[in-house]
């Protein structure tokens, strides 16, 4: 049973780590964690499924991330105590670190609950980064994907860290993998990071992106689930309304299944259309919880400013504002801990797929973004790690310089827009911090 990262039920767990992590007097297991630990990450699940479902808890000899568990699978060393455990993943979501050893110790653990008795002889102490081999391809899943058996698999890492390689990341350059959420990853040399602990973000770990330099991660919980939301808003009266049956139903499915279908679309063409100096329409994008900057699931999104004359594409460019907000205070973040960002990279479906989504958040940030060209930039990148892990290129920017696709588009910010978003930006930060309260008791 996998759970997903989207699921927040251990948002109290994630609580009881931070509070421990702070208060048990000794190392604060979360400091390179960005000093919050979130409902999405690895300790949070465990140790609620663990409290919740007392089978599991008996069963369960270890724990595995899905993306140590598919090279493991792949390369049939599926034994939880020997496989390789991905750098990335236990860096960023397992508090795995050098300073202590590997995982928080077994004191702190049980600090947290009894139930974690134990647990950690049953993880991992080592960690790999994804140019080293995992193993060599089985004769059942060489047949299996039509390939040849002992094909090298790289040491897996998360979708967005792999995407970042196939952007094309460098110092100073941030990548943000754009979709239901977004995904913002930086990497740094160690000599700029060393000593340096950057708050509220989802971790710095060495190799988790490019072996040998400082990942940095943050995002966003949701973005395209925003606009998804609001289309299924708008789309509950064509779902709900019709008593119809037989042919009638059928046809008047046809009919709503091509009205859904076009309605971001014909939302995006509408806003586009929408001075936001005119606008009194304002809203904060954590409809799933805020993951960047100070992880917080408990929170909600708002909309505010609505008059009898707010129409739905106002609605909606206030969304794509808030969502592009959410970006900013990423970026802002890091700039204010001391960490440049001179270039901006996207990737994604919202990247290549929404324009207007584009172009506002350009016009927000103040920054051209460069899309990258390939839209299957994350396999492209783990394809990179694999020709390293395979010793077909000797490192990572040897595999970029020779596999990168390139970008094909650039949205350019518009210098009176932008002037304007600073101003509206202040806005989104004022009534962020007006609201943050009331929205977490709800």
């Not at 973040?333 to 350009?362: D, H, L, Y």
């Amino acid at each position: 049973m996998f759970v997903l990262w989207k699921d927040h039920t251990a948002v109290k767990e994630a609580e009881l780590i931070n509070k421990t992590a702070r208060a048990w007097g000794g190392t604060d297991f979360t400091r390179y964690e960005g000093g919050v630990y979130s409902s999405e990450w690895f300790w949070s699940k465990i140790l609620h499924v663990m409290k919740e479902d007392v089978r599991v808890r008996t069963a369960a000899f270890s724990w595995v991330e899905h993306c140590d568990w598919m090279p493991a699978l792949l390369t049939g060393t599926t034994d939880p105590l020997t496989m390789k455990r991905s750098r990335c993943a236990a860096g960023h979501k397992a508090m795995w670190h050098p300073d202590w050893e590997g995982l928080p110790p077994e004191a702190f653990l049980t600090r947290l609950s009894p139930v974690l008795k134990g647990l950690r002889e049953r993880l991992y102490s080592q960690t790999f980064t994804s140019d080293e081999s995992a193993g060599g391809l089985t004769p059942e899943w060489a047949k299996r994907l039509g390939l040849e058996p002992g094909v090298a698999v790289a040491v897996g890492a998360f979708d967005a860290h792999m995407g970042a390689v196939g952007g094309g990341i460098t110092d100073r350059t941030l990548v943000k993998i754009m979709g239901t959420s977004t995904c913002d990853v930086l990497v740094a040399p160690q000599r700029a990071v060393k000593g340096k602990l950057v708050p509220g973000i989802c971790g710095q770990v060495d190799g988790s992106v490019i072996p040998g330099m400082i990942g940095l991660e943050a995002g966003q919980s949701a973005f395209g689930d925003v606009y998804a939301w609001f289309k299924d808003l708008l789309s509950w009266p064509l779902q709900n309304a019709s008593g119809a049956r037989g042919a009638k139903a059928a046809a008047l499915a046809q009919a709503r299944k091509e009205i859904e279908d076009g309605i971001l679309d014909r939302l995006a063409e509408e806003a586009a259309k929408v001075d936001p100096a005119e606008s009194t329409v304002a809203a904060l994008d954590w409809l799933n919880g805020r993951r960047t900057p100070f992880a917080d699931q408990t929170l909600k999104g708002a909309i505010v400013g609505l008059t009898l004359g707010t129409t739905a594409p106002r609605v909606f460019r206030a969304l794509v504002e808030a969502t592009a907000f959410g970006s900013r205070a990423i970026v802002e973040q890091f700039r204010k801990e001391g960490v440049p960002i001179n270039a901006v990279i996207a990737e994604g479906g919202i990247a290549r797929k929404s324009p207007f989504v584009m172009q506002v958040t350009a016009d927000i940030l103040g920054m051209p973004i460069r899309v990258v060209a390939s839209d299957q930039a994350v396999a492209l990148g783990a394809a990179m790690l694999a020709a390293v892990a395979a010793g077909v290129y000797p490192n990572t920017s040897a595999a970029q310089k020779k596999m990168a696709s390139g970008f094909d588009m650039t949205f350019k910010p518009d210098g009176k827009r932008s002037a304007l978003y600073n101003k509206m930006y202040t806005r989104y930060t004022a009534l962020a911090g007006s609201l943050e309260g009331i929205l977490r008791a709800l």
